[in-house]
């Protein structure tokens, strides 16, 4: 893994004033947010490109799509996570995904990390809304590589995209050899033990999770997921087969994130014992964030301890 | 009991400005210019207009407030503590884990009535609690601060028709009207227009005074009185970071960090005003 | 019709004018008279709602709009969003009347599996330019399409229908602020003003008044106009889109289920299935045009 750290939300930034120098039919859309979701760096490149919808997130939605259906214009339509699906879900859901409509929708501060804003400004829920709306692509890249290669991927996809983006500098694990693949999750190490799988900015800690339990002689295998819709599913059953148990770990709730879709897919046909690690059915608050990640149980060490205790609970049932 | 004049309101407003820097933390981002614009505001509401007890937050009979533009609660707490709802040291607490200080307003605080934050919420709330007292027969007045930006969401519109419809004459907004948002000068990014001229078309008295103005802006709360069958809004002209130099008028400090150095002059720079 | 064969210019222009209101009340008749075709058929739907847009449909798609029925995605089309969506059937009927798809298919509206679906849907029916049915949305689509054509620098205007009870919603407000503004003078809404919505008349539900003055303090140009005047409705059309600076709003005074007399202005006829006899009542009525 790689020492250096920058935020998501600025190679987002960064990474669309690199493709709409290529892509012309690319504008933006944001509400009154921009310094802080980085598309101030796009309005300071292409001032004629980039439309300022002020606080009328429900409004810009539409707008988005009522550009879109020109088909000559991809708007990416940009706030913080929590207004850009909660408040906007009626909106997101029947003007653009509905007709399916081309418009790329970016959640900025996913998850605990918004600068001590607290509960109103936390998404914990905005993966679970966008993917139970039909026809959502939802991708939670896990770092600034990452980041750069999904944006780039996003435009080529023709249909209605939630990209989430992170407020905090975050681990890079990925490098300039990372090839980004459409829908297909990544297994960042093989294992026969058991599986973490993990998404977004958990993907770093998950690997040093990793190590350490490799360390001590689990054969861990590591999945990570940038899609949670369309998921993966042939990775995780592959992965259900050949390890027996799972271990989610998602910078959101536990309810309808990763650690929901996962479950879905898994007890349909090979069921798993699945530990969601997450936010647990509860709003946020504010605090710095290593007390926050601490207190949600978003670290390495918890994570090492989650898969102790499924490790042992997998060997108290199956020994007689 | 005697009503405070208007120099000894002033004095106590630098107290709430000293009191809003108490709650930054060196060197992290706070909502510093939006909580200086409404200090005066915020003042003349919990020492001169409202209705209420740190003694007895939940007397029922009690004026409320709701701060709906809820990133610049530090003027809050700031007059809360003033006011003894709790101890001043818990200033420092501001935005830490398990504080009951949070980063917006949330009513695990005493004397805060909604929870509020994601802008565009509060006047819903605040009207529904106005709708409460008419049909509770109490004469408790509700007042919401309201952010210029924070105009352009079509809640506040939903507000504004519903307050106007249902007659409510003891529901007051405040429009902290500091003419800047997050990303600039409202005029250049996006013009609200005549926001008077809104108000007034949607059935409210309207209300047009200097927001750091003490005089004026206890004339205007006490006119809002004579108000009968409609709601009020209080237009109030202010200026983002007002008291302190380096952050008047200046779009940066509508979020921005401060180091200890400046945190100190602008110290200086409110109490010697 | 005898055009004499030496006459001022501008008796020509009176009698083509007459001419065309003739014929543009003829098509707000037909138009009617699908909507009581579609909505029996389908043993329901927003029929009061429709009939009155009848009239401003009729202009939209046989004088003002600039539109090619057999290339439906022509990209310099002029663009119509209804943003009161539930009177699809008034749009369908237009469409199937102009020659965007067979008039036939106007019995299959609501049925499963159709392209007419109760309320817009833009992948499946040709010429409708946007998906709409959640109220308040449409106006904003239609800024969006707005907004495109400046930026892609095309002339095309878009029209937005929207309902009067449609206006409580907030996001109407929001897009009126925007469009404002950003000085959309390509950008046309005309106001179903019928004064009626589901659970009564409007302003007892929610009074919306005064409706334009509202507009104009939000920085709108504003046109009113008696709904059912072909006339007046092709004037206002034509005023509109010549205006410039600003976006502009054709209120339009309209009554609920006009056309049909036990329909006019009631409340309950928002959305009931009517019954053979009546059905047998309303075409006769709209028979002798």
């Known amino acids: ?320 | ?273 | 019709m005898k055009i004499p064969v030496i006459c001022k210019e501008r008796e020509i222009l009176v009698v083509f004018k007459e001419v065309l209101i003739e014929n543009l009340e003829k098509k707000a008749n037909l138009i009617r008279r699908y909507i009581i075709e579609m909505i029996s058929n389908a043993e329901g739907g927003h029929i009061g709602g429709a009939l009155s847009i009848a009239d401003i449909m009729a202009v939209l798609y046989f004088h003002t709009l600039k539109i090619d029925p057999k290339n439906p995605e022509w990209e310099d089309r002029d663009r119509l969003v209804l943003s009161k969506g539930h009177a699809s059937a008034a749009w369908y009927a237009a469409l199937a009347e102009r020659g965007y798809f067979p008039k036939e298919e106007l019995l299959t509206f609501d049925h499963i599996n159709s392209r007419l679906q109760g309320h817009p849907d833009m992948k499946r029916t040709p010429g409708v330019d946007m998906s709409s049915g959640s109220l308040g949305q449409g106006i904003s689509a239609a800024l969006g399409m707005a907004l495109a054509a400046r930026y892609l620098k095309k002339t095309y205007r878009t029209f937005v229908i929207l309902g009067d009870g449609e206006t409580q919603e907030g996001q109407v407000w929001e897009a009126a602020m925007t469009a404002a503004h950003y000085e959309l003078d390509n950008l046309i809404v005309i106001l179903d003003y019928n004064k009626l919505q589901l659970f009564g008349q409007t302003n007892t539900i929610m009074n919306i008044e005064p409706v334009i003055e509202k507009w104009q303090v939000f920085g709108w140009n504003t046109i009113e106009i008696n709904g059912h005047r072909i006339n007046e409705i092709v004037q206002a059309l034509e005023n509109a889109v010549k205006f410039e600076g600003k976006p502009t709003i054709v209120v339009a005074h309209t009554v609920k289920g006009k056309g049909v007399s036990f329909m006019e202005n009631k409340v309950e006829w928002h959305s009931l299935p009517p019954t053979k006899e009546q059905v047998e009542k309303a075409l006769k009525e709209l028979e002798y045009f």
Not at chain 1, 245 to 261: K, P
Not at chain 2, 126 to 150: F, S
Request: charged fraction near 25%; aromatic fraction near 8%; charge should be neutral.
């Open chain 2, 1 to 273: 009991m005697r009503r405070k004049t208007t120099k000894e309101l002033e004095e106590i407003s630098k107290k709430i400005r000293c009191g809003i820097l108490e709650t930054m933390e060196i060197g992290k981002k706070s909502h510093l210019g939006g909580s200086m614009s409404s200090a005066d505001l915020v003042t003349a509401l919990y020492f001169y207009k409202m209705k209420h007890n740190s003694k007895n937050p939940d007397d029922p009979d009690r004026d409320r407030f709701i701060f709906s533009k809820g990133h610049s609660v530090l003027a809050q707490y700031a007059a809360l503590a003033e006011c003894g709802y709790f101890p001043k040291p818990i200033l420092k607490t501001t935005k830490t884990l398990g504080s009951v200080l949070q980063g917006h307003p949330e009513t695990r605080t005493p004397g805060i009535e909604a929870n509020t934050g994601s802008l565009g919420q509060g006047l819903s709330i605040g009207l529904g609690m106005a709708i409460g007292a008419k049909l509770d027969h109490r004469d408790y007045k509700v007042y919401v601060i309201l952010g210029d930006g924070e105009l352009a969401e079509g809640q506040i519109w939903e507000a504004a028709t519903t307050a106007s419809f249902y007659k409510l004459d003891n529901l007051i907004a405040i429009v902290d009207y500091n003419k800047l948002q997050a990303v600039g000068s409202i005029k250049k990014r996006y013009d609200l227009g005549d926001i008077r001229g809104k108000f007034a078309i949607f059935g409210w008295k309207t209300f047009e005074i200097n927001g750091h103005d003490m005089k004026e802006i206890l004339q205007a709360l006490d006119s809002v009185d004579e108000i009968k069958g409609a709601p009020s809004v209080v237009i109030a002209h202010t200026i983002k970071g007002k008291g302190v130099s380096f952050a008047a008028n200046n779009p940066a400090f509508h979020n921005a960090p401060l180091t200890k150095e400046q945190i100190e002059r602008a110290k200086a720079d409110i109490c010697n005003s």
């Open chain 1, 1 to 320: 893994m790689k020492n250096n750290v920058i935020a998501t939300r600025t190679a987002f930034g960064e990474a669309l004033v690199e493709i709409a120098k290529e892509r012309k039919d690319i504008v933006v859309l944001d509400a009154d947010v921009a310094t802080s979701t980085k598309t101030s760096i796009f309005r300071e490149a292409f001032p004629e490109r980039f439309f300022e919808m002020g606080i009328a997130e429900q409004n810009m939605m539409g707008v988005a799509a009522g550009m879109a259906s020109t088909q000559k214009i991809v708007p990416f339509a940009v706030t913080f996570a929590v207004f850009a699906t909660k408040r906007v879900c009626d909106q997101v859901s029947i003007s653009i995904a509905y007709p399916k409509l081309n418009v790329k929708i970016v959640g900025s501060y996913g998850g605990i990390p918004t600068g001590k804003a607290g509960a109103t400004h936390q998404a914990f829920e905005d993966i679970a809304i966008m993917r139970a709306i039909p026809n959502m692509t939802v991708i939670v890249p896990a770092d600034a590589e990452e980041m750069k290669q999904a944006v780039k991927a996003c435009v080529k996809y023709d249909g209605p995209v939630y990209l989430r983006c992170i407020r905090c500098d975050t681990p890079v694990v990925f490098d300039e050899n990372y090839n980004f693949e459409w829908n297909k999750g990544v297994t960042l190490r093989e294992g026969k033990d058991i599986t973490i799988v993990s998404t977004g900015m958990m993907t770093p800690e998950a690997l040093i999770a990793t190590n350490i339990l490799v360390d001590k002689g689990l054969d861990v295998r590591l999945i990570h997921l940038h899609t949670i819709k369309p998921i993966d599913k042939d990775i995780l059953l592959k992965a259900s087969i050949e390890t027996g148990h799972i271990v989610t770990v998602e910078n959101h709730g536990i309810i309808g994130g990763l650690g929901g879709a996962v479950a879905e897919i898994l007890s349909e046909s090979e069921p798993a014992l699945i530990k969601r690690i997450g936010i647990e059915d509860t709003f946020g608050e504010s605090g710095s964030l290593k007390d926050l990640f601490f207190k949600y149980g978003l670290t390495s060490e918890n994570i090492v301890k989650e898969v102790k205790n499924l490790i042992e609970k997998k060997r108290r049932k199956y020994s007689c």
